[in-house]
């Protein structure tokens, strides 16, 4: 693992492909086809919708099971407490959201189990948004399996993350996990990340990143795009939407480039941390 700062504003000057000039175009990619900017956000909507169904089973599969570590880890620096107001967008399914209310509901977090904690434990609230309904059915049925559906402190809002509904600094952290390569501006999802969080509040985003080591690059791009796609064909019969998430990492920005539009959006204390070699990211930052 490597943690990394990023400490100044050098988007613009250091990776001109990244530019707010191409962000801003009408033109935008879907995996390696530069689509409209208003197909992109049906077209992904449809990825989505077609794979709900297998999602968390397609992730085992795709990442060997170590994609509920990548969320322990993303939470583990969230450092989750009773009482907070806690944004988790993109997050459908509700992995992230059930890790956060384990965490606080933790044996560790409530070691004193006075009156205060309890109204504390009553005032928590998660919400977990996402643009897609195909998602958050899943991540209901979910938490009625789990013994959730029922627990006031999950709320569960059908929205976009570009254009949030949630008030200026209204949340004590924000987090997004395997979300933000899907959107069709990068830049308006850090800027809405920013607005809605207090001043203290903690931004962490865990995405699929580049792999830095030669070797392990040449093996991975093999399963990417030989072994991923045929496993959404075997096991969801959708090779096109697997094929769409691979090839949607690699239009991803570098984690460097990432790093310095966190800091442009207004963030403070930037850093990013790779997980195996780089496959996965977690950038992170604060609104002071």
């Not at 169904?53 to 992730?59: E, G």
């Not at 501006?185 to 509040?201: N, S, T």
Request: proline residues 3%; negative net charge; glycine residues 8%.
């Amino acid at each position: 693992m490597a943690l990394r700062m990023v400490t100044g504003k050098f988007r613009s000057k250091l990776f001109p492909m990244f530019s707010s000039s191409l962000l801003h175009s009408h033109a935008t990619s879907f995996g390696f086809k530069e689509v409209h900017e208003e197909e992109k956000s049906r077209m992904v909507g449809n990825v989505f919708s077609n794979v709900a169904s297998n999602y968390d089973l397609m992730n085992d599969l795709m990442s060997a099971g170590l994609h509920r570590l990548w969320k322990d880890r993303l939470v583990s620096k969230l450092n989750p407490f009773p009482g907070m107001k806690h944004l988790d967008v993109a997050g459908g399914t509700g992995d992230v959201a059930f890790r956060i209310l384990e965490t606080i509901n933790s044996v560790k977090h409530r070691a004193m189990k006075d009156v205060l904690e309890d109204n504390l434990h009553e005032e928590t609230r998660i919400f977990v948004c996402d643009i897609n309904p195909n998602m958050l059915n899943v991540g209901k049925k979910r938490a009625l399996e789990r013994g959730s559906g029922e627990e006031k402190s999950l709320i569960w809002v059908e929205g976009n993350a570009e254009a949030l509904t949630f008030e200026d600094n209204s949340m004590d952290g924000y987090t997004i996990a395997f979300g933000i390569r899907n959107v069709t501006h990068i830049e308006k999802v850090l800027a809405e990340a920013f607005r809605v969080l207090k001043r203290g509040g903690r931004f962490l985003c865990l995405e699929l990143s580049h792999v830095e080591v030669p070797i392990f690059k040449e093996f991975y791009d093999y399963y990417s795009f030989s072994i991923i796609p045929a496993l959404g064909e075997l096991v969801a019969g959708d090779r096109d939407s697997y094929q769409y998430l691979v090839e949607s990492v690699r239009r991803f920005p570098p984690q460097e480039t990432f790093a310095s539009m966190i800091a442009d959006a207004g963030f403070q204390k930037v850093e990013y941390e790779n997980l195996v070699g780089g496959v996965v990211s977690i950038h992170s930052g604060l609104k002071l």
